[in-house]
């Protein structure tokens, strides 16, 4: 007998995907309270197994008679994760390597609040390193583009991520999850950038410099004489 599918977020194809139901149970749940109000609900567990990659993960569902719930109230286990974190991170110097692993974390559990200061901080770090710590972030920016780390069109861009992580940080703001892969789109781009620099740096040092051209040298003199010239012929007189 064939098993039931369904579809289902992907942490490994990174997408939803058709997925092989391997088991499921249900719990019920009833409540009366002591002004007669009846509510019931369930909590449906579901192991699944992805049908492209063989991912295996565990859905569970929600369903509650005095409210509705929907796909955002499920849980999931491992969780899903929306954005996987970039091959290249390793490279960076390891204190920016492990903050990056702590932003994708908190991906990973949806604590948008707590990935956006970490990729503010990300941000700080990477500033500190070019151009010091001195003065405010504006000034910062500023000797950015002045130094040559960034254009001065990207500038605006990554002011922008700096005041999503501010307005977190300071004013309680949960940016969206449009926002929050628009805060990384740039911090990646600002990394990755840094990243091809230094490897931009050890390729220059592993290729073997252009070989001298021969010098020039001046051309032999020619051992052929040349014929003499004739004179004209004396006219009769």
Known sequence: MARSQIRSHCNRCQGETRHRLIEQVVREY???????????????????????????????????SSHELDEDDWDYYPPRVSRRIPDWYSRLPRDWAELMREVYGALASNSRRLAVMGA?????????ATVGNHGSFDDRLDRLVTEGFLAGKNKATLQAALEAGNAAAHRGHTPNVQDMGLVMDIVENLLHTHVLEIDAEKLKANTPPRPPRPAK?????????EPAEESPPTPDA
């Open 120 to 128: 503010r901080t990300l941000i700080d770090l990477y500033m500190a």
């Open 217 to 225: 040298t001046a051309p032999a003199p020619s051992s052929v004489t």
């Open 30 to 64: 009833d409540k009366t309270d002591q002004w007669d109000n009846y509510t019931e609900w369930t909590s449906t567990y579901r192991m699944l197994e992805c049908c492209g990659c063989g991912e295996i993960q565990m859905r569970v569902e929600y369903w509650h």
